[in-house]
């Protein structure tokens, strides 16, 4: 059984974000969406409120499941039995960053990284951009699925 795991702060999911978990879709048989807790990162959105907004998007699809988890990736990985690490890749920055994690998990535990190019229309989108946006009551809702709905 192929699993992956597709790890981040989904602070909020993203259009890329989606983009990267539909097509990682017909590669796996199943999808482990992993919500990174760190206590030292100040979030926009709860919790409790970024796993509503992956589950509700994802709600219709049987091979995702949505998690929380502390700690590192790689022993989520072990434990969870999942073979393979999905990422999405915007940018060279992002190539280079993820790189480096990668060859790091893969020394640390064999597993592998597999990398997605983000779609033309989304590569722009990070959830960083997400807040700043929202931050100052502009237009996000194209940028983020359905599901991400806040009042301003």
Do not use: C, Q, W
């Amino acid at each position: 059984m192929k699993k992956a795991i597709f790890p981040g702060s989904f602070d909020p999911i993203t259009l890329g974000h989606e983009d990267i978990i539909k097509r990682g879709i017909p590669l796996f048989d199943e999808i482990i969406i992993a919500i990174g807790v760190n206590a030292k990162k100040k979030y926009m959105f709860s919790l409790e409120e970024r796993k509503r907004f992956i589950e509700e998007t994802f709600k219709d699809e049987p091979k995702v499941s949505v998690i929380t988890y502390e700690g590192l990736t790689i022993d989520l990985a072990k434990k969870l039995k999942a073979n393979f690490i999905l990422r999405g890749l915007r940018n060279p920055a992002d190539f280079e960053f993820e790189k480096a994690i990668a060859h790091t998990n893969r020394k640390l535990s064999k597993i592998e990284t597999v990398f997605l190019l983000t779609a033309a229309g989304t590569s722009f989108i990070s959830s960083s951009i997400v807040r700043d946006v929202l931050r100052h009551g502009g237009e996000y809702e194209m940028l983020v699925p359905d599901a991400v709905r806040v009042k301003k």
